[in-house]
């Protein structure tokens, strides 16, 4: 059975992945519900509870898979964003959010049965989500419960995220002594107080069966597993591998296919199999879109958009409840490496929601093969930069009206983002684009097979940490000590230089440790025919970050012309790492890109 299961992408295609709205009007929550257009042949569906923060966004594509895996095994499935995360409403403001989260599975819970027909529902969650799941399962009876790699207890989650924000760049004191953050997610003292108190072995699920499956890189203990069993639980541990590689960041994340199917198959086994008790495939028309509440005064609609040649790529669009100035230009957001249309930390919901209480429209969108972006070609998927990428973004525009091109745009996106806006900017002469925002870009050009390793990033990157470093005393200290690494610091000197003399040559190449490739791309020229077409540029960059220095070493005298003329405007963050994870920094972004927005076409 599992190798049936391994289905190949073709059965993919039958899988019917609706996204919906649901929840109370005060928190309204984002749905996907997966099923097969084929009769049900279990009477149980289940619930796939995400992870929180960065593990949210990593795991993305797998949790899709996994939905996808029990649509096809006869089992309806559905995945959600909590209240505050994601796509759902409300935002992760002071207080405890831990009760928000575990209303939010009791609402997907209601809406699941709702939407199968099926009476029996269980719980599926990974990480943090295992955790909240069993805490609802608590008070919920429920089908079964599996719980992958999640943390035992509340004080193991919070020692977790304290240990990974000691890795990150300095903190701006806001939040008080209290205040953890890691992972572009921030827990304010009273969420931290509450998680603390978890601690599921003191928990008696009221599941019909359990599932516990170990994280696959650290030792498995039976801590949970002989507490349940001593209070009567249908309860057994199996351990399977993909959790690890499945948590690394997005761009290298790994969908454990192999995992998942053998967890869809132990669901399977144990589903009701009697006749009376199959879903009643009852089919209830989904919401599309919605009045959505925010943190700014007054609220949002926003609504599902599907766009390309197929209808399979996917983007969502916030707008005003009454749109007011239908001359604003609209704000077309693109994905940020391979993050899904949340954006880094949540970065791009906020944007899109603040710009529309204020009047405009915004489009956040996803490159095919990222999010909610299908492509039946696996090698396809999870790409940070596509060559097509202007031809996506022409689509998304196309698919706001026959009068599209009448429209004004803002084009804008973090990293690969930046480089998707630079070139729509480029290449899309036939529709309105008057300014494109380039949030942190780390490269103006790309091509197929370019990778870090041997593309000028890496070089601008070293480069920019040894300029940080050369004002450490500790850091000359241990180059005198002999222990830096000497010839990591001449290679990224020698291709520095390198650099700096191709570019002022008139041509942006390629340089790495093996020698120079020729690119045939000129940022000079390229930025003298974005704006001599009436288009501006701006660019958001965290003070520490390459994007500046990339700017400026391939086009320093046209980038200052234009800087001087007001045709460029550049907006420096502090304190900020690439993808503004920490909380205040975030927030300066956000207030410095809205800020430049009302100035240009509100206040203007």
Same mark, same amino acid.
């Given at each position: ?52 923060? *960065? ?62 027909? $099926?009476?029996? *529902? ?27 790699? @999640? ?81 009567? $639980? ?44 199959? $879903? ?32 399979? $790529? ?59 972006? &299908? ?179 391939? @086009? ?16 420096? &963050? ?29 206040? @203007?």
């Amino acid at each position: 059975m599992p190798n049936k299961l391994l289905k190949t992408d073709y059965d993919f295609k039958t899988v019917v992945r609706t996204p919906l709205y649901f929840g109370s009007d005060e928190k309204r929550l984002i749905g996907w519900f997966h099923h097969t257009n084929t009769a049900q042949q279990y009477g149980t569906a289940v619930v796939i509870c995400p992870p929180l923060a *960065v593990e949210y966004v990593s795991t993305y594509r797998s949790m899709r898979y996994m939905a996808d895996y029990f649509a096809l095994a006869g089992i309806p499935a559905f995945r959600f964003d909590y209240h505050g995360t994601g796509d759902s409403s409300g935002a992760n403001d002071d207080g405890n959010r831990l009760d928000d989260w575990l209303w939010s599975i009791e609402q997907a819970i209601g809406e699941m049965k709702r939407l199968s027909g $099926c009476e029996k *529902v269980g719980l599926l969650g990974l990480r943090m989500g295992g955790t909240l799941a069993a805490l609802v399962s608590e008070e919920i009876a429920i089908d079964f419960l599996v719980l992958w790699a @999640a943390l035992e207890s509340g004080r193991k989650f919070i020692r977790e995220t304290r240990a990974l924000q000691m890795t990150g760049l300095s903190q701006v004191k806001e939040g008080g002594a209290g205040l953890v953050e890691a992972g572009g997610m921030v827990y304010w003292p009273q969420t931290v107080d509450a998680i603390q108190g978890v601690v599921l072995a003191n928990n008696r699920p009221k599941a019909s069966r359990i599932l516990i499956i170990p994280r696959d890189d650290f030792k498995a203990n039976t801590r949970l597993i002989d507490a349940w069993q001593g209070q009567g $639980c249908n309860v057994e541990q199996i351990e399977y591998p993909g959790s690890a590689e499945m948590l690394l960041v997005a761009l290298d994340s790994v969908v454990p296919h192999h995992s998942i199917v053998e967890i869809v198959e132990w669901v399977r086994k144990g589903a009701h199999e009697l006749a009376k008790e199959r $879903c009643d495939n009852t089919r209830f028309p989904p919401r599309n879109s919605v009045i959505m509440p925010t943190t700014a005064e007054g609220e949002v609609k926003e609504s599902f958009v599907h766009f390309g040649v197929n209808k399979d $790529c996917f983007a969502i669009l916030s707008e005003p409840v009454v749109l007011a100035d239908a001359s604003l230009p609209i704000i077309v957001i693109v994905n940020s490496g391979a993050n899904h249309r949340v954006g880094p930390s949540r970065l791009y919901v906020t944007i899109a929601r603040e710009l529309a209480c204020l009047g405009f429209r915004a489009l956040r969108i996803d490159i095919p093969g990222l999010g909610d972006s &299908i492509v039946y070609d696996r090698e396809q998927e999870n790409k940070d930069y596509i060559a097509a990428s202007s031809d996506v973004i022409h689509q998304a525009m196309a698919s706001l009206g026959v009068a599209y091109q009448d429209n004004k745009y803002v084009v804008t996106g973090l990293c690969s983002g930046a480089y998707f806006s630079f070139h729509a900017a480029l290449d899309l002469k036939d529709v309105n684009i008057v300014e494109s925002i380039l949030i942190n870009p780390l490269t103006f050009y790309w091509h197929k097979g370019m990778e870090f390793e041997n593309s000028p990033t890496k070089n601008f990157g070293y480069w920019n940490w040894y300029k940080q470093a050369i004002k450490d005393p500790e850091s000359w200290k241990k180059l005198l000590r002999g222990g830096s690494n000497y010839a990591a610091l001449f290679d990224t000197i020698f291709n520095r230089i390198k650099i700096v003399f191709y570019a002022k040559m008139g041509r942006f190449r390629r340089v790495t440790s093996g020698g120079q490739t020729p690119i045939e791309d000129d940022l000079n020229e390229d930025l003298m025919t974005i704006v001599t077409a009436g288009r501006r540029l701006s660019f958001i960059l965290a003070r520490s970050d390459p994007g500046y220095d990339v700017l400026m070493t391939s @086009a320093g005298n046209t980038a200052r012309k234009l800087m001087k003329d007001s045709r460029i405007n550049i907006i420096m &963050i502090e304190d900020a790492d690439h993808t503004f994870s920490k909380y205040k920094p975030r927030c300066d972004a956000l207030n410095a890109f809205i800020k430049h927005i009302t100035a240009r076409y509100l206040n @203007a």
